[in-house]
């Protein structure tokens, strides 16, 4: 059984930091394509941040970059965001995904993931990211 559980959100003060977390169990991690992706009320879902099964590269949106750094543990089976100079904007539900490698996605690049979040089949329920002004 696939189980993908996100972790760390919380309340956090503009220009604070934050580290989400997001284990996978029931995939074999090496294989993986992940992901964030956030939303915001009224809002459409974001990528923040996908590698592709390879890792040879990582996306981000423009509008974290710099501030934001994806990482991963194999050993722990977990995927890493950490979020710093926090803004006001950057709150939202953000959520993990995972897609598993196969002859169809073998291609994929990091970037199409983040704009095609369909293409990822196991998602979290979320951890919801606070920011005060």
């Known amino acids: 059984q696939v189980q993908v559980a996100e972790s760390g959100g919380g309340l956090v003060q503009a220009g604070g930091s934050l580290i989400l977390s997001c284990t996978f169990s029931?995939?074999?991690?090496?294989?993986?394509?992940m992901g964030w992706f956030r939303q915001a009320p009224g809002k459409e879902r974001e990528g923040v941040s996908c590698?592709?099964?390879?890792?040879?590269?990582?996306y981000y949106a423009d509008s974290v970059k710099g501030r934001f750094t994806m990482s991963r543990d194999n050993a722990k089976n977990t995927l890493y965001l950490q979020m710093n100079s926090l803004k006001p904007e950057d709150a939202a539900m953000y959520y993990c995904a995972a897609d598993r490698k196969t002859h169809y996605t073998y291609y994929y690049s990091s970037a199409f993931y983040c704009t095609h979040p369909d293409r990822f089949h196991h998602w979290g329920q979320g951890t919801e990211v606070t920011v005060s002004s």
């Open positions: 590698v592709n099964w390879s890792g040879t590269s990582l």
């Open positions: 029931g995939l074999t991690f090496d294989d993986l394509s």
